[in-house]
C-alpha cells in the first residue's frame, strides 16, 4: 500500500508485483525492469468472482473456472474500473490467478489487483529461485523467498503461464505457449467449442 515492489512466489516462476490501482507503482516495475512500455502488465487476482469487476467476460463461467486458479494468464477485454495507466495503450488485459495459496491469500488482502510480472529484466530468462534476481533485490522493498519453484533442471519450468486472448467471442488466440498450452487448448476446443482465431 506504500507503492513498493514486491518480489513473490507464483505457481510458475518468481514474479514481481504492485498494486494495480497505484499508477506510480506500476512506472517503478517498468523501470525495474528495464521494460519497454508498450509491453502490458497482467493483473493478478485471488478469486474469479473478483475478474468480473475489473474484466468484460464473454465466456462461461464454468470455462474461467477451469482454467483457473492455475499456469494461465487469459486476455480479456478491460472494464472502466481498471488503473487507465496499467497498460493504457490496450483495451485488453492479462488475468492470473496463481495456483499458490500464499499468492491468493495476498491478492485477498490487497484492495485491488496486483499488478504482476516475472522477477527479471526483460529479454532475460524467468526465475525459480531468488537468487537468481537478486540483481533486482537493491529496487524491490522486500522479496518472499518461498523456496525453488517447480524443477529448476526442466527448461519447460521456465515458459511461465500460457497467455490466452479470449477477447474474441467464441474464438481463442495463443499469445504465449507457455507452461499448460495442451491441456489449456484442450479445455478450450473440446469442452467449450472455441476455435483459434487464425482459422
Known sequence: QAGGLVAVPTDTVYGVACLAQDSAAVRSIYSLKGRNGAKPLAICLGDVE????????????????????????????????????LNPFTSLVGVRIPDHPFMRDLARACPGPLALTSANISSQGSTLTV???????????????????GDIQSPECRLGSTVVDLSVSGKFSIIRP????????????????LVPESS
Not at 492455475?70 to 472502466?80: A, H
Not at 522479496?143 to 525453488?148: C, E, H, L, Q, R
Request: proline fraction near 8%.
Open 131 to 149: 537468487l537468481e534476481f537478486q540483481d533486482l533485490w537493491p529496487q524491490l522493498s522486500l522479496v518472499i523467498d518461498g523456496g525453488p519453484i
Open 178 to 193: 507457455g507452461c499448460a498450452l495442451t491441456p489449456t487448448v484442450e479445455i478450450l476446443e473440446q469442452k467449450y467449442g
Open 50 to 85: 473478483r475478474l468480473y469487476r475489473y474484466c468484460r467476460v464473454n465466456v462461461p463461467d464454468e470455462l474461467l473456472r477451469d482454467l483457473l486458479p492455475g499456469p494461465v494468464t487469459l486476455v480479456l477485454e478491460r472494464s472502466e474500473e481498471l488503473n487507465k495507466d
